[in-house]
């Protein structure tokens, strides 16, 4: 199979390409770096002319509201261009809970993402996964602090990004689901907590504060980033992938 992996030289993209060229396909990886401009429409008719499947795993490259017309441009070209391509399968990565925390720019962005592959003419897959342990550098400087670090005791179930790109890579050779898989890692963790775990084993002297208010994760109530009863479990642990 063809496969179009859109900001596929990213943390996930480039483990997603490298899983599928594994497995015997072809999987191209296109972004900025390779002169394909999602937001302007450059070089994207040519990246998806004539593959089986397009994996759209870019990012806005910020967390605010201009994320919603990120996803809305990129998404609308995107579609466009695979349609014209005959693209037959259009997966995308998105959030777990993201349609439950309105509060916060970036995850009603995703949900707009969600929501226009749905609508849109192409059979798709959609994967929620829950916070990428690598996510925990930028969930400690958002509210670093000299020698402290403001977390809040937000619920959070991380998983590896190698787990999630094998398991994007698997949806993306499959037939189209036409709607959600949820994964997760295995340990349901406060964010606080998985603070303090993260700079005891990097030898990192900083104090984690408890703070229910610090960082963009204040605004997540309950544990609606943790995995539903419905989702796929992914085997590495959090200390595991520490060490």
Do not use: C
């Amino acid at each position: 199979m063809k496969f179009a992996v859109i900001g596929g030289t990213g943390l996930i993209g480039s483990r997603v390409v490298e899983n599928l060229n594994a497995a015997g396909h072809q999987a191209v990886p296109h972004s900025l770096s390779t002169g394909v401009d999602i937001i302007t429409g450059q070089g994207l008719e040519a990246a998806v002319a004539g593959v089986d499947v397009v994996i759209n795993l870019t990012n806005s490259p910020t967390f605010d509201a201009a994320s919603l017309a990120f996803f809305r441009t990129s998404m609308d070209h995107l579609l466009a261009a695979s349609e014209k391509g005959g693209v037959g399968h259009f997966a995308i990565l998105s959030i777990v809970g993201a349609d439950r925390v309105p509060d916060l720019d970036y995850y009603r962005a995703k949900v707009l993402q969600e929501n226009i592959l749905k609508a849109g003419p192409i059979p798709y897959s959609i994967v929620r996964a829950t916070q990428f342990m690598e996510f925990m550098e930028t969930a400690l400087a958002m509210t670093a602090d000299g020698d402290t670090v403001r977390l809040p005791r937000t619920p959070i179930q991380p998983i590896a990004a190698a787990d999630v790109a094998g398991i994007v890579a698997e949806v993306a050779t499959g037939s189209p689901l036409n709607g959600v898989l949820n994964i997760a890692g295995p340990d349901v963790l406060p964010l606080d907590e998985l603070g303090r775990l993260t700079l005891a084993a990097r030898g990192d002297g900083r104090a984690v504060v408890t703070d229910d208010s610090a960082g963009m994760f204040a605004a997540v109530h309950g544990e609606v980033l943790t995995a539903p009863s419905d989702a796929r479990i992914a085997p590495t642990h959090y200390t595991d992938w520490l060490s």
